[in-house]
C-alpha cells in the first residue's frame, strides 16, 4: 500500500529550470525503485528517469539525458526530478512511480502511481 503525490510543476520559461517532488508514504520506501514518466498532450506516457532502492543506479531517457537528474532522500520518503534547459518539448503531466521490489524494472513493473503534476514551458 503506496500512496504517491507529486509537487512542482508549474510553468517555466525556456532554458529554465523546475524541480519536481515525489513524497510516498511508508517506511519502508528506502526499499522501494522509483521512477518519473510523462504524458504529453495527446501523445502516449513516456519514460523519463529511474532511480534504484539505494540510488546507486539511474537510468534516463535520452531525450533528457544530461538535462535532468533524478535523486532521493530516503529519510524523507521523497525523490526528485531536477529539470534544467527546459524546452518546449518537455510539456507534459510528470508521473511518479513506485516498484516495492526495489530493482530497476519496465514501465509495467511499477505497482503504484501518482496522480501527476503539470509541467509547461513557455518559448
Known amino acids: 500500500q503506496v500512496q504517491l503525490v507529486e509537487a512542482g510543476g508549474g510553468l517555466v520559461q525556456a532554458g529554465g529550470s523546475l524541480r519536481l517532488s515525489c513524497a510516498a508514504s511508508?517506511?519502508?520506501?528506502?526499499?522501494?525503485?522509483m521512477g518519473w514518466f510523462r504524458q504529453a498532450p495527446g501523445k502516449e506516457r513516456e519514460f523519463v528517469a529511474a532511480i534504484n532502492w539505494s540510488g546507486g543506479s539511474t537510468k534516463y531517457a535520452d531525450s533528457v539525458k544530461g538535462r535532468f537528474t533524478i535523486s532521493r532522500d530516503n529519510a524523507k520518503n521523497t525523490v526528485y526530478l531536477q529539470m534544467n534547459s527546459l524546452k518546449p518539448e518537455d510539456i507534459a503531466v510528470y508521473y511518479c512511480?513506485?516498484?516495492?521490489?526495489?530493482?530497476?524494472?519496465?514501465?509495467?513493473?511499477?505497482?503504484?502511481w501518482g496522480q501527476g503534476t503539470q509541467v509547461t514551458v513557455s518559448s
Open positions: 511508508g517506511r519502508t520506501f528506502s526499499s522501494y525503485a
Open positions: 512511480a513506485a516498484h516495492v521490489g526495489g530493482m530497476l524494472v519496465p514501465a509495467t513493473g511499477y505497482g503504484y
